[in-house]
């Protein structure tokens, strides 16, 4: 694990300056180790053994697959602003709140795509917020399935968070690390 930690951080950068600063991850994908150690990794953070894995558009599907193909289960990928949504019942959706840095996003999944007695483990790359996750986690609810949690590879929420624990967050960094 502390190899895969190392590179991880190895792999990050902060660019941008003054006002604007952000996360860059992209190394992370072009390190053939951390594709391979990642996916087991954020698996071992499941508080259980999920049946379908959540992970939001767009990284958040990158290493939901990942790490659904080494659980040997599915993928729902958690889409944002998909107009077919809003005009269909075939789909759950949430509003993001307007503050959300994507500006109130719309995300949906396909209902039939989860199912009641399923265990939904969601996935992500970065939770600073915890919009998106939450949002997954009440329609999850409101499918009658059971919330594992949420794996992430760097949690950035504020340390005293209540959301942390409604979303059972487990991380392999924290932003601080970084």
Known sequence: MASLLDRLRVGFHWRGGGDVVFADVTEWWRDPVVLRDLPPALAALAPGTPTVVIGPVSRGTLLGALVAAHLGVGLVELRKNDRAA???????????????????????????????????????????????????????????AEWLGTACVVDDLPGDAPLREALRLRSLLVAGDL
């Not at 996003?105 to 009641?116: E, H, T, V």
């Open 86 to 144: 809003q005009h269909s019942t075939a789909y759950l959706w949430r509003r993001l709140p307007p503050e959300y840095h994507e500006g109130g996003a719309l995300l949906s999944f396909r209902r039939a795509l989860i199912r009641p007695g399923d265990r939904v483990l969601c996935v992500d790359d970065w939770i600073e917020s915890g919009a998106q996750a939450d949002a997954a986690r009440q329609m999850v609810a409101e499918i009658g």
